[in-house]
């Protein structure tokens, strides 16, 4: 079992940037898939950014595409998320997830472990 604790959230104007964290506890962090996921108020969760157990692959969502930075280290069971250019559309609940398989993932039905989230804001 793998539990995840994320950090690096709060409120910052738009074009500001943050940086998430998720650090995972529990064993074989490295057989895991790792994605970072949103829901905003009212609207369903959705796949920010995931990246493979290696760290080979990664995915985006398109409307954080050159935006977002998702990368790991599997010796420090970490997984980041950088923010840049923010913007108040990107403000949501972020969670970071786990989830088997040979390819990112990019359901929430794919992914296994989830952490409690952390809230990002972003005013104009």
């Known amino acids: 079992q793998v539990q995840l604790a994320e950090s690096g959230g709060g409120l910052v104007q738009a074009g500001g940037s943050l940086r998430l964290s998720c650090v995972a506890s529990g064993r074989d962090f490295s057989n895991y898939n790792m994605g970072w996921f949103r829901q905003a108020p009212g609207k369903e969760r959705e796949i920010v950014a995931g990246?493979?157990?290696?760290?080979?692959?990664?995915y985006y969502a398109d409307s954080v595409k050159g935006q977002f930075t998702i990368s790991r280290d599997n010796a420090k069971n970490t997984v980041h998320l950088q923010m840049n250019s923010l913007k108040p559309e990107n403000t949501a609940v972020y969670y970071c997830?786990?989830?088997?398989?040979?390819?990112?993932?990019?359901?929430?039905?794919?992914?296994?472990?989830w952490g409690q989230g952390t809230q990002v804001s972003v005013s104009s």
């Open positions: 990246i493979s157990r290696s760290g080979g692959r990664t």
């Open positions: 997830a786990a989830g088997f398989g040979l390819i990112v993932p990019t359901s929430p039905q794919q992914y296994v472990y």
